[in-house]
């Protein structure tokens, strides 16, 4: 089950050499449970076959205004009806120009005239196109209209030419889309999330850590983002990329992890604090790579400093804080140790997961199964789901606490 299962999205596909890109995305949207149904321009036919997008798609693609199988049907008003999202991608600067002056000359601008849902464009094309004022002017007339355009990459493109106008990468997309379906509740909000292990360098080539992939606090970090919100993420070493539009802060130790959130923490409004922090670290780290010798070895370790006791803390002292919410990986007793720590640290809300259960709610997993606990007492056992919805549950929780 995903976010977009049995979303209905109509792709509209442009005269682009980037259009053979999209049959990836046909792919990967399918995987996530939607319908799709892809609409092509004349020009699009030329570059990729309409049968590979007939085959991809599971349902026959339009390229006429007029259908020869059923001449009674009026396909644009139809398929304007019939989906939740058009996603045109790639989209020429020849389709932007239709779309911004309202053009009904072929079956795509005609059905984009016709819809009432959200529309993404997703530009691609030589980079001086692009940047010519005629189809900056264009996409800022689209945008005017509520259309959600997603900035293309730069880089070397197809004919040669380096700049703006290769197509945006399939996760900047999935993330869009996700956006326009989801809830705009955290839209007032500045999020500060922090995420992945820290590691305490023991000397140049070893370290403390733990096996934390900040896999949870990344998909926090996208949704939070989808919902609306400002969000700025501080993420210990993981090999993850940023969520787009979401701030990223690198750091490697607690003490660096420690800085960056009191130097965040005044223009924030919700602080979670996914990462897995090293309660200790090496008393002396050495400045050259220790040599082994005979006999054992033993590491004195001072504290570090607890990043989330210390702002539970300061809210206390202060009238207005932000919602504090905190994480309890815990491999036995999770309900009690959890409760202690929302009670120790001064918490609105805490995520508490037994990472003692199965590999599917383990460290590096891609999904997870939490229990919420709240400051007033509640409690809601979340099942089994992906990191990306566990995120959204939280949210919905964090929302309520909000209204309430
Ligand atoms: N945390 C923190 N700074 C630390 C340790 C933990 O901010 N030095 C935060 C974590 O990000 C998490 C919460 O505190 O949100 C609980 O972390 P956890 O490791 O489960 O608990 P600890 O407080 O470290 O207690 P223990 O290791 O004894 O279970």
């Known amino acids: 089950m995903s976010l977009l299962t049995d979303k209905k999205i109509l792709l509209g596909i442009t005269g682009s050499i980037a259009a053979y890109k999209v049959a990836d995305w046909v ?21 990729i076959s309409p049968l590979t997008m007939a085959a991809l798609s599971g349902n026959p693609v339009h390229t006429g205004m007029f ?8 396909p644009h008003i139809s398929l304007a009806k019939e989906h939740d999202l058009l996603l045109i991608a790639p989209a020429s600067a020849q389709t932007i120009a239709r779309l911004a002056h309202g053009l009904a000359d072929n079956l795509l601008a005609t059905i984009a005239l016709a819809s ?32 959600q355009v997603i900035e293309p990459d730069c880089g070397k493109m197809a004919c040669g030419d380096e700049g703006p106008g290769r197509l945006t990468e399939w996760e900047n997309a999935r993330q869009a889309i996700l956006t326009a379906f989801a809830p705009q509740d955290l839209a007032d909000e500045q ?13 140049p080539v070893r370290f403390l850590s733990n096996p934390s992939t900040g896999k949870m606090g990344y998909a926090l970090a996208a949704t939070a983002r989808q919902r609306g919100a400002t969000v700025t993420l501080i993420s210990g070493p993981t090999g993850l990329t940023a969520p787009p539009g979401v701030r990223c802060i690198h750091v490697t130790t607690a003490v660096e992890m420690q800085a960056q959130v009191m130097a965040c923490l005044e223009a924030t409004t919700i602080v979670v604090k ?5 309660d200790y670290r090496p008393a002396e780290p050495q400045p050259h790579k220790v040599k082994k010798g005979e006999a054992a070895l033993s590491l004195p370790l001072v504290a570090n400093p607890d990043i989330l006791k ?24 999770h309900l009690t140790e959890g409760a202690r720590k929302l009670q120790e640290k001064n918490l609105d809300l805490i995520v508490v997961n037994d990472i003692g259960g199965t590999e599917e709610t383990g460290f590096g997993a891609d999904t997870n199964r939490v229990t919420l606990l709240d400051r007033n007492g509640a409690q809601e ?20 606490l909000i209204d309430g």
């Not at 259908?67 to 009026?74: G, K, L, N, V």
């Not at 210390?310 to 815990?330: N, Q, T, V, Y």
């Open 191 to 203: 999020v500060l999330i922090t995420a992945g292990p820290t590691r305490e360098s023991f000397d």
């Open 381 to 400: 056992d979340v099942p089994l789901l992906s990191k990306e919805e566990t995120a959204h549950r939280i949210w919905d929780a964090v929302a309520r």
């Open 67 to 74: 259908s020869a199988e059923a001449p009674e049907t009026i």
């Open 310 to 333: 210390e702002l539970g803390k300061r809210k206390r002292d202060s009238a207005k804080f932000p919602l504090l919410i905190g994480f309890a990986a815990e491999s036995r007793d």
């Open 116 to 147: 009432s849902g959200p529309i993404l464009v997703c530009p691609a094309m030589n980079s001086v196109m692009f940047q010519h004022p005629a189809t900056q002017a264009n996409l800022a007339i689209i945008r005017s209209y509520g259309y």
């Open 274 to 278: 996914a990462a897995a922090v090293s």
């Open 27 to 47: 792919r990967a949207l399918r995987r996530e449970g939607c319908q799709v149904t892809v609409v092509m321009t004349e020009a699009a036919c030329r570059f």
